[in-house]
């Protein structure tokens, strides 16, 4: 397997961005999934505005990327960065997040934005 070597500035700040709880959760449920701001609203109980603020974030540092569809925004995780490897080596050890979009699913929620 090849090893990827980040500069330890973008590696500092990936493990910063991803030490908030909310923001490593964003990623976890990015991680098999892409999600619209409503979704993260449902999951996190919080307001679009901050929602929007954690995304932005993310997407800054290159750690997401976004996809319009339509009037809607579509997040996913951004395989081309240069911090994705180490955002999946994160992702390795903190438990899977799918059971938040399996329960907005069973709400009749997952896709509310469409």
Known sequence: MLKTVIDIEKAALTL???GDKTRLTMVGLLKDNECCVCEFVE???MSQPSISQHLRKLRDAGIV?????GQWIF????KESVSYPL???LLEHIPDQKEKLEGLEAEGKRISCT
């Open 16 to 18: 910063k961005l991803l």
């Open 43 to 45: 999951v996190f109980e």
């Open 65 to 69: 990327k976004e996809k319009r569809k």
């Open 75 to 78: 997040y996913s995780l951004n």
């Open 87 to 89: 955002v999946m080596t």
